[in-house]
T-cell receptor, first 113, second 111 residues
Framework: NAGVTQTPKFRVLKTGQSMTLLCAQD?????MYWYRQDPGMGLRLIHY???????AKGEVPDGYNVSRLKKQNFLLGLESAAPSQTSVYFC????????????FGPGTRLTVT | RKEVEQDPGPFNVPEGATVAFNCTYS??????FFWYRQDCRKEPKLLMS???SGNEDGRFTAQLNRASQYISLLIRDSKLSDSATYLC????????????FGKGTTLSVSS
């Protein structure tokens, strides 16, 4: 039981490049989330999903897109990376809503130059 | 935007000390409250949920004061392994569709 996994763990992009971060969970959780964590700031919600085929915007969605084609996977895309998107990205999942424990992946450290 | 405020610390304490962290939140509609722990360069992990009646888990005690919109975490008999950043987390609204994370309080326990 791997829990929540994220790939890649590290990535360096040049401004304007695109990439997709993959999150996978094997706990059969309905809810999945993408957060970013920046120095001196709390985790901020980018997008979330309450089930397969559904997504919704969080607090800081601009510049990101997401898809949840399979229940176990939640993809975060950056279409045209900007230096402001340099951050640590965490994926999380929970059994149901936010009153339930969120299980986080190990994070992806992204640097945009 | 200061929806969840925490003293960033760091709190530097010796082993065996008792330490208390405070957190205030601005949205009176928040319904659920948590403390998460985050080790350096690791992912956050749930430490405990916080209930209105207060709750205890071993050396950890969490309290909630809805009237003052204040949450606390007390750690007794600190261990070296308690060194981490403690995140105060609340639901953003009554529907509970988002979580708001505090910036965290850093604890360093030394021998």
């Amino acid at each position: 039981n791997a829990g929540v996994t994220q790939t890649p763990k590290f990535r360096v992009l040049k401004t304007g490049q695109s990439m997709t971060l993959l999150c996978a969970q094997d706990m059969n959780h309905e809810y999945m989330y993408w957060y970013r964590q920046d120095p001196g700031m709390g985790l901020r919600l980018i997008h979330y999903s309450v089930g397969e085929g559904t997504t919704a915007k969080g607090e800081v969605p601009d510049g990101y897109n997401v898809s949840r084609l399979k229940k176990q996977n939640f993809l975060l895309g950056l279409e045209s990376a900007a230096p402001s998107q340099t951050s640590v990205y965490f994926c999380a999942s929970s059994k149901q809503g936010l009153t339930y424990e969120q299980y986080f992946g190990p994070g992806t450290r992204l640097t945009v130059t | 935007r200061k929806e969840v405020e925490q003293d960033p610390g760091p709190f530097n304490v010796p082993e065996g000390a008792t330490v208390a962290f405070n957190c205030t939140y601005s949205n009176s509609a928040s319904q659920s409250f948590f403390w998460y722990r985050q080790d350096c360069r690791k992912e956050p992990k749930l430490l405990m949920s916080v209930y209105s009646s207060g709750n205890e888990d071993g050396r950890f005690t969490a309290q909630l004061n809805r009237a003052s919109q204040y949450i606390s975490l007390l750690i007794r008999d600190s261990k070296l392994s308690d060194s981490a950043t403690y995140l105060c987390v609340v639901t953003a609204n009554q529907a509970g569709t988002a979580l708001i994370f505090g910036k965290g309080t850093t604890l360093s326990v030394s021998s």
